[in-house]
DNA sequence: TCAGATAAAATCGCGC
DNA sequence: GCGCGATTTTATCTGA
């Protein structure tokens, strides 16, 4: 049987690992709210950015689909 | 000022309005299960189906998405 | 055998009706939405508002499972 | 004026440099799950541990007020 | 019945 | 400050 130290350590060990990573992840976000503004201030417009990256990001999206479905019409054709 | 009485009725209609709604679609997602479910049992794979459901579901919100960047671009050119 | 032309028109008539019904959902969905905002509009907050649905629904819940028990009572006493 | 194709080629070099930040960002997103996945393997629940980060997050960001209001009333004080 | 996947709801954060 | 989009959390569903 682990002793409860054992488990509380593992545990803060886990949550840090978390922490960190999180504090990361809201790194990168700030660097994309960044660029952004850099566009922004070469004049681009930030609204019709975001919508090119949302249809990029859709299309790409689709594209696994699609292959997704592809492999399932095949299992289903016993081509697999 | 308002009485608590006529607030706490407003708020009950309120309530049980959203009550009613949430038991609708609640009845609806019933009765796509039992589509599924009618499908399966004519031989069609209900996995497959919900990928296709997926997929043309994508392609529409696509197809809104372009017209709105569209609407971005002209707006921009100065031509809305 | 049915012919593929036949399960083609058989399956386009299940997509079909699940995206009705789907359809139907969403403008249900939109319905809860415009309360939502209509309450908001005569100063109730809908967070809270969301907090009273959700524990209603659990109490609704909890007394249908009470309900059961108490019927599983009844007929392992042989008094259904 | 800048030619179009410069313009062009901007764009697309802001837009990837998006797309490279939020692939980055949904990698970390990954990783925090795996992590999650990881620590119920070793019998934590995750749901709990949530609850522990979002509460530790919450304690730090009441920490960091704190602190603001302190500063706030140095300055007022002219201790700053 | 449970885990794993999917979908829905709620919350958060941003730009306008 | 409000709407809207993204993210996160919760609930539902399906297949093993």
Chains 1, 2, 3, 4 share one sequence.
Do not use: C, P, W
Not at 14 to 36: G, H, N, Q, S, W
């Amino acid at each position: 049987m682990k002793s409860n130290a054992v488990n509380t350590s593992h545990l803060r060990a886990f949550i840090e690992r978390i922490e960190k990573l999180e504090e990361e992840k809201r790194a990168i976000a700030d660097d994309i709210k960044d660029v952004y503004a850099e566009a922004k201030g070469t004049g681009f417009d930030a609204k019709v950015m975001r919508k090119i990256v949302s249809i990029r990001r859709q299309d790409k999206s689709k594209r696994q689909e699609e292959e997704e479905i592809l492999d399932l019409y095949l299992t289903a054709l016993g081509m697999e």
